[in-house]
């Protein structure tokens, strides 16, 4: 059979990690192309021959614009298109498949069996059904409980390389130093700083085989990996339990997005969070969903309770909402941490700051226009962090909710008063998750 021409559709995360599981070294398969969506800014570079493999790709491989998609499968004789990126409802992926079919190639989902790598430690993946479902808050309260068993837990992140792709090759972040050291953005210091604050150490970057290895031997011990897992993604390491975060605001998505519902049916335990905020409505459908799909699962009735550092800057005031950037883009939710804050403590309104937008958030409205008066807290290159500091700073408000999970303060300078806003994962009654990790040490003579 001759070589097959292949283009990998992805948004700078499940895409690299296919190929390089799949596709690197395999004489079978010509990879002519990386197509970039979801993420500003990541297309226009290459996947650099260091990482592709020097031998087959000595130029490294060309990333382009999804836009183009049906220019490239025509100009370079692609057999093969292979759907990479995750959290986009079963609409989307079947438009892609009639996208990539009409213009004559074939279409691909690669599943766990050929890209999930064996680790030589126990593995605690955490998932969801959706973008901002509350995996974070799952994540750390898992590795509170196996920490307090005086176990070494290193967490692994799934995959956010917006900048230079050799240098990001394997990151450790174990202080908050290193968070600068490897020029994170806003979007990869929300999800690292959490951890590394908390005493566990966290890798991440584009090669998971070379940072599994390097995680099973991290200089400071350690006996469990934890797969943080981004998006809805299916996670990159066979799991020994998978925990899986639905979220009841969006009730029927953990049916009706990719990958989420892959999570949903491979769930060892699930986790039905913010049932504090959520509809009984929403919860009851979560609750068939589950029925339905994977009934032997164990499930977790859970709560995101929240608090702010001062509820005074809150009560009375004109507030400006700022939530976690990717939870309200393609993540489609309509309340975060912040709104419940804003609502809980007394705002007096929530002021819409679409009027006073500028340069990469104004774009960012104008692609996802459902976001409505909440403010994105977009961060993937210095001219979005400006342009969110500049939106901020602009808006005729009295005070800023911040609802991300790092302090915007020490990032960008407001010049209104702030407060942040915390929030961990609270379990509801029984079965809990420390019953869950007592069984998984047992198995695994931790």
């Not at 001759?2 to 599981?21: E, L, M, P, W, Y």
């Not at 942040?420 to 609270?426: A, T």
Request: glycine share 8%; aromatic share 8%; charged share 25%.
């Amino acid at each position: 059979m001759s070589k097959q021409n292949v283009v990998i559709i992805g948004a700078a995360g499940r895409d690299f990690h296919n190929f390089n599981t799949y596709f690197r070294g395999n004489e079978d398969y010509n990879v002519v192309a990386f197509t970039a969506a979801q993420i500003p800014d990541i297309d226009g570079r290459k996947y650099p021959a260091e990482l592709a493999g020097k031998d087959l790709y000595p130029e490294g491989i060309p990333i382009l614009a999804e836009d183009e998609l049906e220019s490239i499968i025509k100009e370079k004789s692609v057999n093969l298109c292979v759907f990479s990126y995750s959290d986009v409802n079963y609409k989307h992926v079947m438009t892609m498949s009639a996208r990539v079919n009409a213009a004559g190639a074939n279409y691909m989902l690669l599943g766990p069996a050929d890209t999930m790598i064996k680790s030589t430690k126990p593995v605690v993946s955490v998932v969801a059904t959706r973008t901002g479902c509350g995996k974070s808050q799952t994540s750390r309260k898992v590795i509170e409980y196996l920490m307090a068993k005086g176990l070494k837990v290193v967490a692994v992140r799934h995959p956010m390389p917006y900048g230079d792709l050799i240098a990001q090759k394997v990151q450790r972040f174990a202080e908050v130093d290193d968070l600068e050291k490897h020029q994170c953005t806003i979007e990869e210091m929300e999800e690292y700083e959490p951890h590394v604050v908390r005493g566990n150490v966290i890798y991440a970057g584009v090669d998971y085989e070379a940072i599994l290895r390097e995680a099973e031997k991290d200089p400071t011990g350690c006996d469990v990996i934890l797969w943080d897992g981004g998006n809805n993604d299916f996670p990159f390491y066979k799991s020994d339990l998978t925990i899986t975060v639905a979220d009841p605001h969006r009730a029927g998505d953990e049916v009706n997005y990719y990958p989420g519902e892959v999570n949903l049916r491979m769930a060892d335990a699930i986790v039905i969070n913010k049932m504090d905020s959520a509809s009984p409505e929403g919860i009851q459908t979560v609750r068939e969903s589950i029925e339905k799909v994977n009934p032997k699962a164990i499930v977790i009735d859970g709560a995101s309770p929240i608090k702010v550092d001062d509820p005074a800057v809150i009560k009375g005031k004109r507030v400006l909402v700022v939530e976690d950037g990717p939870t309200l883009t393609h993540g489609g939710m309509k309340i975060g941490a912040g709104t419940v804050a804003a609502q809980k403590y007394g705002a007096r309104e929530c002021v819409d700051p679409r009027p006073y937008t500028v340069g990469k958030l104004s774009e960012t409205f104008r692609i996802y226009p459902n976001i409505g008066q909440l403010l994105p807290a977009m961060g993937y290159g210095e001219e979005q962090r400006k342009d969110l500091e500049a939106t901020i700073n602009n808006t005729e408000c009295d005070a800023v909710i911040i609802g991300t999970p790092i302090d915007l303060n020490r990032i960008i300078k407001i010049k209104k008063p702030t407060t942040r806003v915390y929030y961990d994962l609270q379990e509801i009654g029984e079965p809990t998750l420390e019953d869950i990790l007592g069984d998984f040490c047992k198995k695994h003579n931790l």
